[in-house]
């Protein structure tokens, strides 16, 4: 019999009125893009301080960290946990990964720098540059590795110095740091590979009427997705390849 891959959780963001209403919250959305038959993924609120034991941490097969509205390079105590957790996780080689916040937060643990985005903050669709020299063929990309990439941007702060040992696996017009990894057990991306159309266009509707951006800023985050889409399929592949140690057959 094979034995139940078990993956955690680690949601950095309350669920929204909408995420409840429409996914019955976060974890469903994680586990319905990263999650296949069979599997065992229990979600951790970090952000209100849930945490697992660390005795339980070696019985995961893999961790995912999501994105948040919080800083990464803020010394609450939630966040200095999670630093710790992430730093005892890279001890052992789990696989870890990072999205957005998360992206940033295993950047510090590393002893890389993050911040504010030194040319502002993005909401929308994007486009990030694959840096083919960094991907072997036959890795979790896939033999066919991609020029660029469509993703769902919705970040303010980026990693500014990238830790030692770790290759850029894209970069974009506006951030240098769009993708990384770190041996082969981190994985990080500053978009949302989990993030659809439906909930880009709530949030830009929900921060434009808390007053944090301005009509045109979500006019032209909406107008992004008028005509395409993000490569969702394409996205949760890689990562997918990534949490589960799949290589490619094509």
């Given at each position: 019999?094979?034995?139940?891959?078990?993956?955690?959780?680690?949601?950095?963001?309350?669920?929204?009125?909408?995420v409840?209403?429409?996914?019955?919250g976060?974890?469903?959305?994680?586990?319905?893009?990263?999650?296949?038959?069979?599997?065992?993924?229990d979600?951790?609120?970090?952000?209100?301080?849930?945490?697992?034991?660390?005795?339980?941490?070696?019985?995961?097969?893999?961790?995912?960290?999501?994105?948040?509205?919080?800083?990464?390079?803020?010394?609450?105590?939630?966040?200095?946990?999670?630093?710790?957790?992430?730093?005892?996780?890279?001890?052992?080689?789990?696989?870890?990964?990072?999205?957005?916040?998360?992206?940033?937060?295993?950047?510090?643990?590393?002893?890389?720098?993050?911040?504010?985005?030194?040319?502002?903050?993005?909401?929308?669709?994007?486009?990030?540059?694959?840096?083919?020299?960094?991907?072997?063929p036959?890795?979790?990309?896939g033999?066919?590795?991609?020029?660029?990439?469509?993703?769902?941007?919705?970040?303010?702060?980026?990693v500014?110095?990238?830790?030692?040992?770790?290759?850029v696996?894209?970069?974009?017009?506006?951030?240098?740091?769009?993708?990384?990894?770190?041996?082969?057990?981190?994985?990080?991306?500053?978009?949302?590979?989990?993030?659809?159309?439906?909930?880009?266009?709530?949030?830009?509707?929900?921060?434009?009427?808390?007053?944090?951006i301005?009509?045109?800023?979500?006019?032209a985050?909406?107008?992004?997705?008028?005509?395409?889409?993000?490569?969702?399929?394409?996205?949760?592949?890689?990562?997918?390849?990534?949490l589960?140690?799949?290589?490619?057959?094509?």
């Amino acid at each position: 019999m094979v034995e139940q891959k078990k993956f955690a959780l680690f949601l950095a963001t309350p669920d929204s009125e909408f995420v409840k209403k429409e996914y019955g919250g976060y974890h469903n959305v994680f586990v319905s893009t990263f999650g296949d038959e069979g599997e065992h993924w229990d979600s951790f609120r970090v952000v209100e301080g849930e945490f697992p034991d660390e005795k339980d941490l070696d019985k995961y097969d893999g961790f995912v960290i999501s994105g948040s509205s919080h800083d990464s390079f803020e010394n609450d105590e939630w966040i200095l946990k999670l630093c710790e957790i992430v730093k005892k996780l890279d001890e052992m080689k789990k696989k870890i990964l990072g999205i957005c916040f998360g992206h940033q937060i295993i950047a510090r643990v590393r002893g890389g720098t993050v911040g504010r985005a030194r040319k502002g903050p993005e909401l929308k669709l994007a486009d990030i540059t694959i840096v083919k020299d960094a991907i072997k063929p036959g890795s979790f990309f896939g033999n066919e590795i991609p020029d660029s990439i469509a993703i769902i941007k919705l970040h303010q702060d980026e990693v500014l110095v990238l830790p030692e040992s770790a290759k850029v696996l894209a970069y974009s017009e506006k951030y240098e740091v769009e993708m990384f990894s770190i041996e082969d057990h981190l994985f990080c991306i500053q978009g949302h590979p989990e993030y659809n159309k439906e909930i880009l266009y709530e949030i830009v509707d929900r921060v434009l009427g808390l007053g944090y951006i301005k009509q045109d800023f979500a006019d032209a985050a909406k107008a992004s997705m008028e005509n395409r889409g993000a490569d969702r399929k394409l996205l949760e592949t890689i990562c997918k390849n990534f949490l589960k140690g799949r290589v490619p057959a094509n």
